[in-house]
């Protein structure tokens, strides 16, 4: 089990199943709930919600799905909570690192990001997360500043987050050099290359590529093992079959930022906006690719979670 748990029963309610899974030191795999409210329409947001469930579990592993409700931390969530989240949508804040002490103690509905959910699942004692896209260093950083708190969440907290690489609403080459500078590293899983999301290449060449669950595991076990604290990325291409190449993506993905800028939107608004922009403009085509490197991302991060738990217990 991670050695930094500090779960506090005042704030977190952790679902019997789950916290009866990490009292057995089996596999647990964490899930964000902002791609529920905020990153996909109802109801393929639910829908997908629970097939990324059902994934963890058919991969050997339990889904803690983290958000707050009604003020309470929660670590693994019933379906009526998920389809609250889901029909909730933007109602519900969007909950990074600066937002959870607020969310909690005015006893609102928060849908976790990335960085918070990092930061719950180490509370619950929970390694291994699996996600679609993290934020990072947006373009035109130049002039905003607009990094997401995921990449220093990256930095500090020991989770390993699977996720289907970095898309080119941001900029990729800054994410990179963000978290070279942080000591986060990038892992290509069965890849060279860092994946771009709806494609499966961005061209830039991952720190190390790993091949399979079990040697994966050995990886993320062997850092914090070295006492070596804070987050790895695991960038996982979606299928071939569900890829949208650059080619096609980057002139839907260029036209949304330049309509984003128009109408001013900045801040953790942003992504929220172009997800949306982009699968309008795509007809659709983008939520489907969305929707299965969710469920690719789950399945590697439940077998890694699964060989991950071994490497723990022997
Ligand atoms: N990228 C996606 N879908 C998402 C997000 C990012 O393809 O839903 C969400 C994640 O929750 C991520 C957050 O942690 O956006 C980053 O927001 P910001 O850049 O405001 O930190
Ligand atoms: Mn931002």
């Given at each position: 089990m991670s050695t930094q748990q500090h779960n506090n029963p005042l704030f977190l309610d952790i679902a019997p199943e789950v916290a009866r899974a990490l009292e057995q030191g089996k596999a647990v795999v964490a899930l964000e709930s902002t791609i529920i409210s905020h990153g996909m329409p109802y109801p393929w947001n639910v829908e997908t919600a629970l097939t990324v469930e059902k994934t963890v579990r058919d991969n050997g592993a339990i889904p803690a799905t983290i958000a707050i409700l009604n003020g309470r931390i929660k670590v693994g969530l019933s379906i009526e909570e998920l389809e609250h989240l889901g029909k909730s949508g933007s109602d519900v804040i969007k909950t990074s690192r600066r937002d959870i002490p607020f969310v909690v103690a005015q006893q609102k509905d928060g849908a976790t990001t990335v960085a918070a959910t990092m930061i719950v699942a180490a509370m619950a004692g929970i390694s291994i997360f699996a996600t679609g896209g993290i934020g990072g260093v947006h373009r035109g950083f130049e002039s905003t500043?607009?990094?997401?708190a995921d990449l220093e969440e990256l930095a500090q907290t020991s989770i390993a987050v699977v996720c289907a690489g970095v898309k080119s609403i941001l900029d990729i080459a800054r994410t990179l050099e963000f978290l070279e500078t942080k000591g986060v590293p990038v892992v290509g899983y069965q890849t060279d290359q860092l994946p771009a999301f709806y494609a499966r290449s961005s061209r830039f060449a991952v720190d190390y590529r790993i091949d399979d669950p079990v040697s994966l595991a050995k990886a993320i076990h062997t850092k914090w093992r070295l006492g070596m604290a804070g987050g790895l990325i695991v960038g996982n291409p979606v299928p071939e079959a569900d890829a949208i190449p650059s080619e096609e993506i980057d002139q839907f993905i260029d036209d949304a930022i330049i309509e984003m800028d128009k109408k001013g939107i900045t801040g953790k608004e942003t992504t929220p906006f172009l997800l949306a922009r982009i699968a309008e403009k795509t007809a659709g085509r983008s939520l489907d690719t969305n929707i299965k490197l969710v469920l690719n991302n789950a399945t590697v991060a439940a077998q890694t979670a699964v060989a991950y738990a071994e490497l723990n217990r022997g």
């Amino acid at each position: 089990m991670s050695t930094q748990q500090h779960n506090n029963p005042l704030f977190l309610d952790i679902a019997p199943e789950v916290a009866r899974a990490l009292e057995q030191g089996k596999a647990v795999v964490a899930l964000e709930s902002t791609i529920i409210s905020h990153g996909m329409p109802y109801p393929w947001n639910v829908e997908t919600a629970l097939t990324v469930e059902k994934t963890v579990r058919d991969n050997g592993a339990i889904p803690a799905t983290i958000a707050i409700l009604n003020g309470r931390i929660k670590v693994g969530l019933s379906i009526e909570e998920l389809e609250h989240l889901g029909k909730s949508g933007s109602d519900v804040i969007k909950t990074s690192r600066r937002d959870i002490p607020f969310v909690v103690a005015q006893q609102k509905d928060g849908a976790t990001t990335v960085a918070a959910t990092m930061i719950v699942a180490a509370m619950a004692g929970i390694s291994i997360f699996a996600t679609g896209g993290i934020g990072g260093v947006h373009r035109g950083f130049e002039s905003t500043m607009d990094v997401s708190a995921d990449l220093e969440e990256l930095a500090q907290t020991s989770i390993a987050v699977v996720c289907a690489g970095v898309k080119s609403i941001l900029d990729i080459a800054r994410t990179l050099e963000f978290l070279e500078t942080k000591g986060v590293p990038v892992v290509g899983y069965q890849t060279d290359q860092l994946p771009a999301f709806y494609a499966r290449s961005s061209r830039f060449a991952v720190d190390y590529r790993i091949d399979d669950p079990v040697s994966l595991a050995k990886a993320i076990h062997t850092k914090w093992r070295l006492g070596m604290a804070g987050g790895l990325i695991v960038g996982n291409p979606v299928p071939e079959a569900d890829a949208i190449p650059s080619e096609e993506i980057d002139q839907f993905i260029d036209d949304a930022i330049i309509e984003m800028d128009k109408k001013g939107i900045t801040g953790k608004e942003t992504t929220p906006f172009l997800l949306a922009r982009i699968a309008e403009k795509t007809a659709g085509r983008s939520l489907d690719t969305n929707i299965k490197l969710v469920l690719n991302n789950a399945t590697v991060a439940a077998q890694t979670a699964v060989a991950y738990a071994e490497l723990n217990r022997g």
